[in-house]
């Protein structure tokens, strides 16, 4: 199974917006609910959004208003489109499958990630 390739991450001033993109196998996207994670400096990775191959989105709290998440099936893509970015967004952000419900299924297997900084 190829693991998703993350990219888009940068520096932004706060109040400012990314838009970070996920390719993905056509496989992967078609069955799996697909996540976006962050994991900041002395910090645990965290679920930041996931999409469900219908469509259905969840949002982690500190996100919910500011992010979007998406996906492009004829493009084998997820997106993450981060508005009114914080300081505390700073993470390295990771595209993969989304855990299960049940916990019977944690990602195991990580990407590079992408960098995303919010600095003044």
């Known amino acids: 199974q190829v693991q998703p390739v993350e990219s888009g991450g940068g520096l932004v001033q706060p109040g400012g917006s990314l838009r970070l993109s996920c390719a993905a196998s056509?496989?992967?996207?078609?069955?799996?609910?697909m996540a976006w994670y962050r994991q900041a400096p002395g910090k645990q990775r965290e679920l930041v959004a996931a999409?469900?191959?219908?469509?259905?989105?969840n949002y982690a709290d500190s996100v919910k208003g500011r992010f979007t998440i998406s996906r492009d099936n004829a493009k084998n893509t997820v997106y993450l489109q981060m508005n009114s970015l914080k300081l505390e967004d700073t993470a390295v952000y990771y595209c993969?499958?989304?855990?299960?419900?049940?916990?019977?299924?944690?990602?195991?297997?990580w990407g590079q990630g992408t960098q995303v900084t919010v600095a003044s």
């Open positions: 056509g496989s992967i996207l078609s069955i799996y609910t």
């Open positions: 999409i469900s191959p219908g469509g259905t989105t």
């Open positions: 993969n499958r989304a855990p299960t419900a049940t916990g019977s299924y944690y990602p195991s297997s």
